[in-house]
């Protein structure tokens, strides 16, 4: 039983590795320790980013937002360096990113994001040969829409990304805010499909410990069908991973509870 157990163990240790080295684009050169070896290497890698049920790229959001969120540098660079190296993510769809992790986690802690991608962008250019990022204006989006007419898409847009009616117009929050900016415009604007942005949005609002978002959010990703429910279990056993088993248990306990609402409502509706 011990030698078999020595096979398993070894077995795992080099599919960690493995595993590790495809996500990272690096082979793994951590000084031996808890953390690295039972941890990293014969949990984080072989266990969670090689599971079915989540492509590599939504792992790779959530993993984003959560390293962004927990201002670590060297996980910071690392995931944003691997992201662009394997070509998972282009170096448009990485500003995407930084503008939605913005909106859901702050500009300052997005601000070193922003300079960490252009960073990582240039090493991978200069690495192949190709040069860098260029520094060229960056389009601002627009659909040549009066202030109205954008605050009204803000609002259609608010109520088919959250499942629910849209907020009146009684707050500069609300209004400047939430429908002008953050749906009539950031949920919006190309780059990212919705269900890119439902993937770094949950994260998010799981980092934040806000527990109204974390409710609408997570209930409406589940009945809008953008991620399934075995999807997002996944998706909380990967965040329990990079942001801590403790915020994962309520996450947990929330798509449960509106599972089963989704469930009980999808039931009436059928009678």
Not at 114 to 131: K, T
Not at 190 to 218: E, M, N, Q, W, Y
Not at 229 to 253: C, N, P, T
């Amino acid at each position: 039983m011990t030698s078999e157990l020595a096979t398993d163990s070894a077995e795992r240790r080099r599919r960690g590795e493995a595993v590790f080295s495809d996500v990272m684009t690096v082979p793994s050169a951590l000084d031996a320790s808890p953390y690295r070896d039972a941890g990293l290497l014969d949990f984080v890698f072989p266990e969670v980013w090689a599971r079915p049920g989540l492509s590599r790229r939504d792992r790779r959001w959530i993993t984003l937002a959560c390293v962004g969120a927990a201002d670590t540098v060297a996980p910071i660079e690392a995931h944003v360096y691997a992201a662009l190296r394997s070509g998972d993510m282009t170096f448009e769809q990485m500003q995407e990113f930084v503008l939605h992790f913005a909106v859901y986690c702050g500009w300052p802690k997005a601000s070193f994001l922003d300079e960490v991608v252009w960073r990582q962008q240039s090493r991978v250019a200069a690495e192949r040969g190709e040069p860098g990022p260029d520094g060229r204006p960056w389009d601002v989006w627009s659909a040549g829409m009066d202030p109205e007419t954008r605050i009204s898409n803000g609002e259609q847009c608010f109520a088919a990304v959250n499942c629910v009616p849209y907020p009146g117009r009684t707050t500069a929050y609300r209004t400047a805010g939430i429908l002008n900016f953050v749906f009539g415009e950031v949920w919006q604007r190309p780059g990212l499909t919705t269900r890119d942005r439902r993937f770094i949005t949950l994260a998010c609002v799981g980092l934040d410990d806000t527990v109204g978002p974390i409710r609408s959010h997570f209930y409406s990703a589940l009945k809008s069908g953008d991620v399934t429910i075995d999807e997002m279990r996944e998706l909380i056993l990967h965040f329990a991973v990079y942001s801590g088993f403790a915020k994962a248990e309520f996450l947990d306990e929330v798509v449960s509870e509106s599972w089963a609402g989704i469930q009980r409502g999808a039931a009436e509706a059928a009678r």
